[in-house]
C-alpha cells in the first residue's frame, strides 16, 4: 500500500506536470507538451486476481481508460486555441468538471465523458490494491464516520452494495464526503458523471458498475462482482483522502 | 410459489374491481442461439436472452405486479415510483423483441432493395445510398454515451426514415417515431466478442440484419 501511494498519480498533479513542461518547451511542440498523459496502474495487471481479472484490468486501462484520456486531450487542445476559453483548460480537469455550464455546447459532451472518465478510472484504480487493506476501524477517523452515519461498517456496504447493484444502465457508485455537511454519503452517477462536479462533494471510493468493468470475468452477475470489490478496496487510501477532505473542510471554515 | 402470489394479488385486484394482470413472457428466439455465428457469437446470444432479456421480463413482471397492488389501493405516489422500473425493464422487453426479430443468419440475409424496393428508394432518397446510410447510423450509434440504443425508425407524421439513438432501456416510442430497425450498443451485446471497439461490432453487425424484417415493419408503420 505505500507502493500504491507512491506511485499515486492523480489527473491534477498530471495536469501540474504537463504545464511545466508546457513552460519548459515553449519552442517545442506545444501540444504535444500540454497533453496529459496516462498514468500508469499502482499495481500489476494481474494483481487484482481474482476479484477482477487480468483481462479485464489490460482492456480497461489501456482501451477504456486511454479513449477517455484521448478525448479530454481534444477537447482540452480546442479550448486552449481560444483566447476567452484557455482559462478553461488551465484550470486542470478535477476543476473543469465544476465549470462545465462555462463550456462552449460543443465541447461539453466530450469534456463531462472524456473528463469525467480521466478522473474516474484514477480514483478507481487507486481506490484498490492487491488483497485489499482492513476495513477501518471505528477508533479510526474513517471508522467512526462510517458509524455515525450508517450504523456500521457493514452496513455501510451493505447500502453500497445496494446502490451499486440496482443502478440501471452504465454508471458509479461512490462514497463522498460532503464539505459543507460535513458527512459521508452514498450516491451513484450515470455514465462518466462525478460527485467532483458539484463545488462541495470529495469522492472517496469508486466502483465502476459500467459493463466493461466486469463482463468479461462475471458477464450479467454483477452482484458477484460487487461482492468481490470489497476484496480488494484500499481502505488506507480511502482514509487518507477522507481526512484531506476533512482537512480542507475545516481550513474554509 | 410466484404462482400462488400472483392468484392472491390477482383476487385481490378483481375484489377491488381492477382489471385483471396480464404477465409478459421471455419471446422464443426464432433462431437457434449459434445462427448469428461468427457476427454474434452463441455465447452472447445466450446470456443476452436467456439472462439479460429474461431478467427485463421478471423484473417488469415484478414491477406491474406491485404496480397492480398499489392501483388497486389507489396509491398514487407508489404507482408514480414504480414508474422507473416500469420504463427500464418495459423497454428492455420492448426493444429486445424488436431485435431478435431484426436479425436473422448471415445466410438468410437479402438486401433493402430485394427486401422492400419502397424501402430502399427511401434510403436512397433520405441518405444518397445505402452505404451512406449505414455509415451516418454506425457514426450516431457509435457515439451513444454508455449505454443505449441505435435506431432506424419511421417518422409518420412527415412520412419520413430516421435515424435516432436512445439511451438505456429508453423505447424508441419516446421519440414519436415507429421502429423498424435496432442495434443494442450496451457493451452486454458485443463486449465478450469485440471487447472495446464497438465501430466493430457495428461494422460486422450488418451481415445479419434481417431486412425482411425491418421491410415488414416498415409497411405496417407506412400503410
Known amino acids: ?253 | 410459489m410466484l404462482r400462488q402470489s400472483l392468484r392472491s394479488v390477482r383476487s385481490v385486484a378483481k375484489a377491488h374491481g381492477a382489471r385483471a394482470m396480464s404477465s409478459y413472457t421471455l419471446p422464443p428466439l426464432p433462431y437457434e442461439l449459434g445462427a448469428l455465428e461468427p457476427v454474434v457469437n452463441t455465447e452472447i446470444m445466450t446470456l443476452h436472452h436467456g439472462k439479460h432479456h429474461a431478467t427485463y421480463v421478471a423484473n417488469l413482471n415484478a414491477a406491474m405486479e406491485k404496480y397492480a397492488e398499489a392501483e388497486a389501493k389507489k396509491d398514487v405516489a407508489a404507482m408514480i415510483a414504480l414508474q422507473g422500473a416500469i420504463k427500464f425493464n418495459g423497454g428492455g422487453h420492448v426493444n429486445h423483441s424488436i431485435f431478435w426479430t431484426n436479425l436473422c443468419a448471415p445466410k438468410d440475409v437479402v438486401a433493402p432493395a430485394e427486401a422492400s424496393p419502397e424501402l430502399a428508394k427511401m434510403i436512397d432518397a433520405q441518405w444518397g445510398s445505402l452505404d451512406a446510410f449505414k455509415t451516418e447510423f454506425n457514426t450516431k450509434t457509435a457515439a451513444v454515451q454508455g449505454s443505449g440504443w441505435g435506431w432506424l425508425g419511421y417518422d409518420k407524421a412527415a412520412k419520413k426514415l430516421a435515424i435516432a439513438t436512445c439511451a438505456n432501456q429508453d423505447p424508441l416510442s419516446t421519440t414519436g417515431l415507429t421502429p423498424l430497425l435496432g442495434i443494442d450498443v450496451w457493451e452486454h451485446a458485443y463486449y465478450l466478442q469485440y471487447k472495446n471497439v464497438r465501430p466493430e461490432y457495428l461494422k460486422q453487425v450488418w451481415q445479419v440484419v434481417n431486412w425482411k424484417n425491418v421491410a415488414e415493419r416498415f409497411k405496417a408503420a407506412s400503410a
Open chain 1, 1 to 253: 500500500s505505500h507502493r500504491a501511494m507512491g506511485l499515486l498519480f492523480s489527473s491534477r498533479v498530471a495536469a501540474v506536470a504537463a504545464l511545466i513542461v508546457a513552460i519548459a518547451h515553449t519552442c517545442t511542440s506545444e501540444v504535444v507538451a500540454q497533453n496529459l498523459e496516462l498514468p500508469k496502474l499502482p499495481y500489476d495487471y494481474d494483481a487484482l486476481e481474482p476479484a477482477i481479472d487480468k483481462e479485464t484490468m489490460q482492456i480497461h486501462h489501456l482501451k477504456h481508460h486511454q479513449a477517455y484520456l484521448n478525448t479530454i486531450n481534444t477537447a482540452l487542445t480546442a479550448l486552449r486555441s481560444e483566447e476567452s476559453t484557455k482559462y478553461l483548460a488551465k484550470m486542470g480537469v478535477d476543476e473543469v468538471l465544476k465549470h462545465l455550464d462555462e463550456i462552449p455546447a460543443a465541447l461539453q459532451a466530450p469534456v463531462r465523458n472524456g473528463g469525467g472518465g480521466f478522473v474516474n478510472h484514477v480514483l478507481f484504480w487507486n481506490s484498490m490494491c492487491p488483497n485489499g487493506t482492513k476495513v477501518p476501524d471505528p477508533s479510526e477517523p474513517l471508522g467512526e464516520a462510517l458509524v455515525a452515519e450508517f450504523g456500521s461498517v457493514m452496513a455501510f456496504q451493505d447500502a453500497f452494495h445496494d446502490k451499486a447493484i440496482k443502478l440501471f444502465g452504465s454508471g458509479w457508485t461512490w462514497l463522498s464526503y460532503d464539505l459543507t455537511a460535513s458527512k459521508l454519503l452514498i450516491s451513484t452517477t450515470p455514465n462518466q458523471d462525478t460527485p467532483a462536479m458539484a463545488a462541495n462533494l470529495v469522492p472517496l471510493l469508486a466502483l465502476d458498475v459500467w459493463e466493461h468493468a466486469y463482463y468479461l470475468k462475471y458477464q450479467n452477475k454483477r452482484m458477484d462482482y460487487v461482492t468481490a470489490f470489497w476484496t480488494v478496496v484500499n481502505w488506507e487510501e480511502v482514509s487518507r483522502r477522507y481526512q484531506e477532505a476533512r482537512g480542507k473542510a475545516k481550513q474554509e471554515l
